[in-house]
């Protein structure tokens, strides 16, 4: 567990420093230049609630446990509480049960609320966690863009939250990572981020969006495109793999989606994943040397995002070994099944 001296300061020879940001309160500030992959945080939770849909008295349970110092930092943490209860509709409908009617009526009352409060801190600050949602008080002050520079995940092989590095970020960056979904468009975007009480201001939200020709234009189209390709794409993936392979125009589908996150700058784990179905595709085809070339790809940006100690990295170090392998037999025997053809992959491995 964390104490509270530990709240505003870091690790020591941590890569990063906060800072006040006027308008977004702390921030996180890289304090030499970062490669892409570097890890930047671990963090142990201070609090977790172990339920997905959580009402006060989960969060209250937890609190509970804490001792006295451990709940006097967790009220040191950012609260989004104080918003515009005109900008939140507050009727439910009478088709909600009790529970959820409950449920919303609490988070609702902690957002427009005149205090900080147990809910209010857990709203602006919680992240997943194998059990539920966490709250870690060092990777609570990064802040949120659209185009991040850098991811979060809870490795439960060493029960901490970790932050790396998504991309290469010089000395004096603000270190950012996504509070949502990237695929969504700025309006949804704005809607989650509005849970947490502000507007973002990153180019993808404060650019024109129907001038094709910008940032934000191209963004808002690559996103709205990620969304067909994912509507059209997911059914077929993972156990499904199989009959996605069968499925004509499905492979090019997984490349362009690819190409759109590259574009988009966002090396995390959705292009990973992505990745490794493009390679098992490849490799199902007998295309073993672009099946070994991306699966080379989905390692290499598992690792940026998740580190070497995350609990299934061996599925992606499996699969580069397996088609290692059938190359290493081909070779042996050649001329069953190795396809050279780059066509399709160029651009993309
Ligand atoms: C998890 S905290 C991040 C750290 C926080 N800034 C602090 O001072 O502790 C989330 C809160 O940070 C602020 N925040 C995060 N990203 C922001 C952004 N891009 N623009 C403005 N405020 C932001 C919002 O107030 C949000 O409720």
């Given at each position: 567990?964390?104490?509270?001296?530990?709240?505003?300061?870091?690790?020591?020879?941590?890569?990063?420093?906060?800072?006040?940001?006027?308008?977004?309160?702390?921030?996180?500030?890289?304090?030499?230049?970062?490669?892409?992959?570097?890890?930047?945080?671990?963090?142990?939770?201070?609090?977790?609630?172990?339920?997905?849909?959580?009402?006060?008295?989960?969060?209250?349970?937890?609190?509970?446990?804490?001792?006295?110092?451990?709940?006097?930092?967790?009220?040191?943490?950012?609260?989004?509480?104080?918003?515009?209860?005109?900008?939140?509709?507050?009727?439910?409908?009478?088709?909600?049960?009790?529970?959820?009617?409950?449920?919303?009526?609490?988070?609702?009352?902690?957002?427009?609320?005149?205090?900080?409060?147990?809910?209010?801190?857990?709203?602006?600050?919680?992240?997943?966690?194998?059990?539920?949602?966490?709250?870690?008080?060092?990777?609570?002050?990064?802040?949120?863009?659209?185009?991040?520079?850098?991811?979060?995940?809870?490795?439960?092989?060493?029960?901490?939250?970790?932050?790396?590095?998504?991309?290469?970020?010089?000395?004096?960056?603000?270190?950012?990572?996504?509070?949502?979904?990237?695929?969504?468009?700025?309006?949804?975007?704005?809607?989650?981020?509005?849970?947490?009480g502000f507007e973002c201001d990153c180019p993808a939200c404060s650019g024109d969006v129907t001038n094709l020709n910008s940032w934000a234009g191209k963004s808002e189209e690559r996103r709205f495109r990620m969304r067909e390709l994912d509507e059209e794409t997911h059914t077929l993936r993972g156990r499904n793999l199989e009959a996605g392979a069968r499925t004509e125009g499905f492979l090019a589908?997984?490349?362009?989606?690819?190409?759109?996150?590259?574009?988009?700058?966002?090396?995390?784990?959705?292009?990973?994943?992505?990745?490794?179905?493009?390679?098992?595709?490849?490799?199902?085809?007998?295309?073993?040397?672009?099946?070994?070339?991306?699966?080379?790809?989905?390692?290499?940006?598992?690792?940026?995002?998740?580190?070497?100690?995350?609990?299934?990295?061996?599925?992606?170090?499996?699969?580069?070994?397996?088609?290692?392998?059938?190359?290493?037999?081909?070779?042996?025997?050649?001329?069953?099944?190795?396809?050279?053809?780059?066509?399709?992959?160029?651009?993309?491995?």
């Amino acid at each position: 567990m964390t104490t509270p001296d530990r709240v505003l300061t870091v690790v020591a020879n941590a890569p990063y420093e906060v800072r006040q940001i006027p308008g977004k309160g702390f921030g996180c500030f890289a304090v030499k230049d970062l490669k892409r992959g570097n890890r930047i945080l671990t963090d142990d939770p201070l609090l977790i609630v172990p339920v997905g849909e959580y009402y006060l008295k989960d969060v209250e349970e937890a609190f509970q446990k804490l001792s006295p110092a451990e709940q006097a930092l967790y009220f040191t943490l950012h609260s989004a509480h104080g918003q515009d209860p005109a900008k939140w509709p507050a009727k439910v409908h009478p088709s909600v049960s009790p529970m959820e009617r409950l449920r919303i009526l609490e988070q609702h009352h902690a957002r427009i609320g005149k205090e900080p409060s147990l809910i209010s801190i857990f709203q602006t600050n919680a992240m997943e966690h194998a059990r539920g949602a966490a709250i870690f008080p060092y990777a609570a002050r990064f802040n949120h863009s659209c185009n991040p520079n850098a991811c979060f995940a809870w490795n439960n092989a060493i029960q901490k939250e970790t932050i790396h590095a998504a991309a290469d970020i010089k000395a004096g960056e603000e270190i950012t990572v996504s509070y949502g979904d990237i695929k969504y468009d700025r309006d949804t975007r704005r809607w989650t981020l509005k849970h947490y009480g502000f507007e973002c201001d990153c180019p993808a939200c404060s650019g024109d969006v129907t001038n094709l020709n910008s940032w934000a234009g191209k963004s808002e189209e690559r996103r709205f495109r990620m969304r067909e390709l994912d509507e059209e794409t997911h059914t077929l993936r993972g156990r499904n793999l199989e009959a996605g392979a069968r499925t004509e125009g499905f492979l090019a589908k997984l490349l362009e989606f690819a190409k759109l996150l590259i574009e988009e700058r966002d090396h995390t784990i959705h292009l990973a994943n992505i990745y490794v179905d493009i390679a098992l595709i490849c490799e199902r085809q007998g295309n073993l040397v672009i099946a070994k070339a991306t699966a080379e790809k989905a390692l290499r940006v598992k690792l940026d995002c998740h580190g070497p100690d995350f609990p299934d990295l061996k599925n992606y170090t499996g699969v580069v070994r397996r088609i290692k392998k059938k190359i290493e037999a081909e070779k042996k025997a050649p001329g069953k099944s190795m396809q050279r053809e780059t066509t399709e992959a160029n651009g993309i491995v």
